[in-house]
Antibody, heavy 118, light 110 residues
Framework: EVQLVESGGGLVQPGGSLRLSCAAS????????MNWVRQAPGKGLEWVSY????????YYADSVKGRFTISRDNAKNSLYLQMNSLRAEDTAVYYCAREGSLHHFDYWGQGTLVTVSS | NFMLTQPHSVSESPGKTVTISCTRS????????VQWYQQRPGSSPTTVIYEDNQRPSGVPDRFSGSIDSSSNSASLTISGLKTEDEADYYCQSYDSSNQVFGGGTKLTVL
């Protein structure tokens, strides 16, 4: 059974940093592209970042470019999101999502809440 | 970058059919596949349609997807509505380096 379990969320002050993790199991993690998607309270889904299966190709949404860094450790079956210079507007539930065929997010984690507030 | 525009909300009665649209702002809707996700309150999104019109196993055939190049839009149609279909629905597509979600449509079945 495919499982994606996010962790690392919490309350952080504006300007602060946080590192999210996503532990994957039930599939060959190193064969799949992965993404982070977020959802602000009461709002819609927003794509945040993409990383290829090898980690060699990375993309970011304009809203987080220069502040967030996606990475992965295929030996540990884990995906990460380092978030720096956090702003109030980064407050959201952050989901990791596996990318199946042709840019389809076929599995999602349960999400981890990040709250940026003083 | 392009945008995907969905109606904010739709409502329909049980047993009826509803269609949710998703209009692409620039570039052809046919150039990249469209997915549809269902999200119930407090839950993560799940796929109801992928690659324009494919249903994952376990999704009932009451759910169908299509694209219309003339209106540059995709549509999700749910027939035989059930109260359990009440949820938020998001379309999603992509270009070379971006994934894009529509703003979401709240479906009320009343």
């Amino acid at each position: 059974e495919v499982q994606l379990v996010e962790s690392g969320g919490g309350l952080v002050q504006p300007g602060g940093s946080l590192r999210l993790s996503c532990a994957a199991s039930g599939f060959t993690f190193s064969s799949y592209e992965m993404n982070w998607v977020r959802q602000a309270p009461g709002k819609g889904l927003e794509w945040v970042s993409y990383i290829s299966s090898s980690g060699s190709t990375i993309y970011y949404a304009d809203s987080v470019k220069g502040r967030f860094t996606i990475s992965r450790d295929n030996a540990k079956n884990s995906l990460y999101l380092q978030m720096n210079s956090l702003r109030a507007e980064d407050t959201a539930v952050y989901y990791c999502a596996r990318e199946g065929s042709l840019h389809h997010f076929d599995y999602w984690g349960q999400g981890t809440l990040v709250t940026v507030s003083s | 970058n392009f945008m995907l525009t969905q109606p904010h909300s739709v409502s329909e009665s049980p047993g009826k059919t509803v269609t949710i649209s998703c209009t692409r702002s620039s570039g052809s809707i046919a150039s990249n596949y469209v997915q549809w996700y269902q999200q119930r309150p407090g839950s993560s999104p799940t796929t109801v349609i992928y690659e324009d019109n494919q249903r994952p196993s376990g999704v009932p055939d009451r759910f169908s997807g299509s694209i219309d190049s003339s209106s540059n839009s995709a549509s999700l149609t749910i027939s035989g509505l059930k109260t359990e279909d009440e949820a938020d629905y998001y379309c999603q597509s992509y270009d070379s380096s971006n994934q894009v979600f529509g703003g979401g449509t709240k479906l009320t079945v009343l």
